[in-house]
């Protein structure tokens, strides 16, 4: 059954704590996207990646980082730098090809500190 | 830098009628545009897109209308069902150096009354 798993659901952190979104795809994606959700704001492109050990700075990347050392997975860290960091955050994966296609999204991480 | 607009942050139509939300966009490097459609804590799904060598795409109760000159698409959907009370998200693709970035605008929350 493919898709798209974001991991946990629920998050709490300290702050000044770093913390860890996971999201996984067993789609054979190699395009990969992390947004980050704000009441009236819509969502807003934090990081994406194109193919493994590569990726590019989105609208609103300070504050965080990420590594794509697999194609199936794409973890985005909230690290102590981000100043406001209570978000319901999305992650997306898209087939890449010749022509554009639609991308699928997890169920999202509520990160909230406290 | 907002690329990809949705004016009317919300919308109420009478089940049965026809619901119209729309988008504006400024970047005409865009040639790709998709509707999402998202309930709360959920990721969005994807509903329908549209390249823009054309102006229309149908599928079932929805159809999405591209004016590029204008830079603005919109989703109608007709009849409009209570089950489809949710925000909806336009989306645009553009590729930049072979990375496909999508930009999202910031929802139309659409409230069907019975």
């Known amino acids: 059954d493919g898709g798209i798993t974001q991991s946990p659901k629920y998050l709490f952190r300290k702050e000044g704590q770093n913390v860890t979104l996971s999201c996984e795809q067993n789609l054979n994606h190699d395009a990969m996207y992390w947004y980050r959700q704000d009441p009236g704001q819509g969502l807003r492109l934090i990081y994406y990646s194109q193919i493994v050990n590569d990726f590019q700075k989105g609208d609103i990347a300070e504050g965080y980082s990420v590594s794509r050392e697999k194609k199936e997975s794409f973890p985005l860290t909230v690290t102590s730098a981000q100043k406001n960091p209570t978000a319901f955050y999305l992650c997306?994966?898209?087939?890449?090809?010749?022509?554009?296609?639609?991308?699928?999204f997890g169920q999202g991480t509520r990160l909230t500190v406290v | 830098d907002q690329q990809v607009k949705q004016n009317s942050p919300s919308l109420s139509v009478q089940e049965g009628r026809i619901s119209i939300l729309n988008c504006d966009y400024t970047n005409s490097m865009f040639d790709y545009f998709l509707w999402y459609k998202k309930y709360p804590a959920e990721g969005p799904t994807f509903l329908i897109s549209?390249?823009?060598?054309?102006d229309k795409n149908e599928d079932g109760r929805f159809t999405v209308f591209l004016n590029k000159s204008a830079k603005h698409l919109s989703l109608h959907i007709v009849p409009s069902q209570p089950g489809d009370s949710a925000v909806y998200f336009c989306a645009a693709s553009a590729r930049d150096f072979g990375n496909e970035k999508l930009t999202f605008g910031t929802g139309t929350r659409l409230t069907i009354i019975p």
């Open positions: 549209i390249s823009s060598i054309k």
């Open positions: 997306a994966s898209r087939r890449q090809g010749a022509s554009y296609t639609e991308a699928f």
